[in-house]
């Protein structure tokens, strides 16, 4: 299963929408980059954001989650709390081919200043914004900037499967903007 190159990519996003919009060169004077690389694609995030509070005392259920549990924020930069957590979206919105896995990681300026984003991979088929997952570990209140880069997505390319994500309707096909946790 190789990892792809920018030809690959460029090509995918210019031909097939693959990527939208698409940033052809790393961007990179001056703010945390994006854009294509040699072997992957530095995803912007978007200037929506839902940070974790508290005020309600309610409790994170997956299979019942309350939106009171967030507070939506939209702005240039958002500050995550000490210990705390919030949600965004990519810039982009991705179409990934049929026998084509992603894999999203958190890009390396945020990780070194104790900002985690997770991301899950980006199943055959799949097609939508990413949700972000961005966790502050450290005890300071930690800077997101919008319109810049958070994470790096590979692209893998194996044999077709059976069966996509697209076929089987999976629950966060085509999500537009942030997405609450479905079950």
């Given at each position: 299963m ?24 790393q961007?990179?004077d ?15 995030c978007a ?5 974790f ?12 989650f309350?939106p009171?549990?967030?507070?939506d924020?939209k ?7 000490p210990?705390?957590?919030?949600l965004?979206?990519?810039?982009e ?8 896995l ?13 900002l ?7 199943e055959?088929g ?9 966790s ?12 810049e880069?958070?994470?790096q ?13 697209r ?12 997405t609450?946790p479905?079950?």
């Open positions: 190789p990892v792809m190159s920018d030809r690959w990519i460029r090509r995918m996003a210019t031909d097939h929408a693959m990527i939208d919009p698409f940033v052809e060169t961007k990179r001056g703010v945390i980059s994006y854009g294509l690389s040699s072997y992957g694609y530095d995803a912007r200037d929506a954001f839902k940070v509070t508290n005020v309600d005392a309610a409790i994170v259920d997956p299979k019942d309350d009171k549990s967030f507070v924020r702005t240039d930069v958002c500050i995550i709390p210990n705390s957590f919030a965004a979206r990519t810039v919105y991705f179409r990934v081919p049929r026998d084509v992603v894999i999203c990681l958190g890009k390396s300026t945020y990780a070194r200043c104790g985690i984003v997770n991301v899950t991979p980006l055959p799949w097609e939508g914004h990413v949700t972000l997952e961005i502050n570990t450290t005890p300071l209140p930690a800077k997101v900037y919008a319109g880069g958070i994470v997505l590979l692209f893998l390319e194996g044999p077709r499967p059976e069966v996509t994500y076929d089987r309707k999976g629950k966060y096909q085509g999500q537009k903007g942030i609450l479905r079950v």
